[in-house]
Structure formats: C-alpha cells, structure tokens
C-alpha cells in the first residue's frame, strides 16, 4: 500500500516560506513527492477547483482565510467536505485545546506541532493517507455496486448483457468488471443430469462401438 499512498496528492498550505520547505523537505525524504505548496487560503481554493487534494496539511493562523475560514468552505462543499484535514499550529499543546477543539469541530481530523518533529509528522501524514486511500476504495465499490443496481438489459437467448446501443457483452464477463466479485466454476445438479450425464453416455457407447 505504502506506493500507492505516495502517489496521492498533498496540499501544504501555510503563510511561512520556511514551514512549507520544512514540511516539504521531510516528505520528499520519505518518499512523498506529489505535493503543491500554497502561501494562503485564497491560493488553495483556487487550486481546488483545478484539482481536489488527497489529503491537507493546513495552517490554523493565517491572514485574509485563516483555517478556520477554509475548513467552514470545506464542509459547505459536497465534493471537498470528505477530504481530510490535519491543522497545522504553533502553540503548545496546553494552550491550543480551545483552538484545537474548534478545528476538530470544524471538520480537521488531526494536528501537528511547530515546530516539527519529522517522525510524529510523517506518523499523522501515513495515517490519514491510508484512512483516505480506504475510503476511496470504498467508495470505488459502492459505485460499482450502484451501477449493478440498475436496470441491466440482458438477451433472452444468450444472456448477454447490452453495453451500450450496438455491444453485447458475455455477463460473467460484465459483473466481473462492475465489481468484485470473483467466478469460480461448477456444474449444477440439473445440468449435469440433462446435458453432461447424457454426453458422458453418449462418448461411452462411441468408445465402445
């Protein structure tokens, strides 16, 4: 799993030149290299609406959007609100409950401390990627699932299922594709009576005439 958490897109976003190449050097170190550093909130949204993050790192203290700001339009947004947050703060620990406890009401799933320890930083990044890589996935399946669900036209005949307009296609083949399920293959009891009992039967008297 660990390649495929390094391929997902990390959002930095923080008003402190140093921070952003801190974060950023001791991500590349271990491994994550797909990441776009923004300066503030405005910035973010912006490139947002290009390209919707995997995961964001967050800073609380920002002028003009400060994180507040961006986790409220976070959660008004269907397609942003399910991504996860990890605020960035700079306070010790003791005097940011409160600003903590409004960023976790607020949506943000988890926190890190300036300044930065690199092995409780990458612990928190790992954490949330492989929480998010699952709910992707899930949500990969509930989609297949859903496609299931609908009216599926299917040939009479042949049992092939309609594609589209002019494709049939064989519907183990079909479901295969639209989901998980994997096929493994038996013959029936009224099958093997009707058609490969009397095949046996047949291949037998052949043998011995």
């Given amino acids: 799993m660990d390649k495929q958490l390094e391929n ?10 140093i921070n952003l190449r801190l974060i950023k050097a001791i991500l590349n170190q271990n491994g994550f290299y797909n990441l776009t550093l923004l300066n503030n909130g405005n910035e973010l ?3 947002m609406e290009k390209n919707k993050p995997d995961i964001l790192l ?15 339009i976070l959660k008004q947004r269907n397609v942003w609100k399910h991504i996860p947050v990890i605020v960035i703060t700079a306070l010790p620990l003791a005097d940011e409950m409160k600003p903590l406890k409004k960023s976790f009401n607020l949506g943000a799933m988890d926190y890190i401390s300036k300044p930065f320890n690199h092995i409780e930083l990458m612990l928190r990044v790992k954490s949330a990627l492989k929480l998010e890589w699952q709910r992707q996935q899930l949500e990969d399946s509930l989609d297949r699932i859903r496609n299931l669900e609908k009216m599926i036209s299917i040939c009479s005949y042949c049992k092939k299922v309609r594609v589209d307009n002019t494709q049939w296609q064989d519907l183990e083949v079909y479901i295969s594709e639209h989901s998980d399920t ?3 293959h038996s013959i ?3 099958c ?3 058609v490969v009992k009397p095949e046996m039967e ?8």
Wanted: aromatic fraction near 8%; glycine fraction near 2%; charge should be negative.
């Fill in 8 to 17: 997902m897109l990390i959002y930095i976003v923080d008003d402190d030149p």
């Fill in 45 to 47: 949204l912006a490139s």
């Fill in 58 to 72: 967050l800073d609380i203290m920002m002028p003009e959007l400060s994180g507040y700001d961006i986790l409220e």
């Fill in 182 to 184: 994997q096929f493994s």
């Fill in 188 to 190: 029936c009891p009224s």
């Fill in 192 to 194: 093997y009576e009707n």
């Fill in 202 to 209: 047949e291949d037998e008297k052949e043998t011995k005439s």
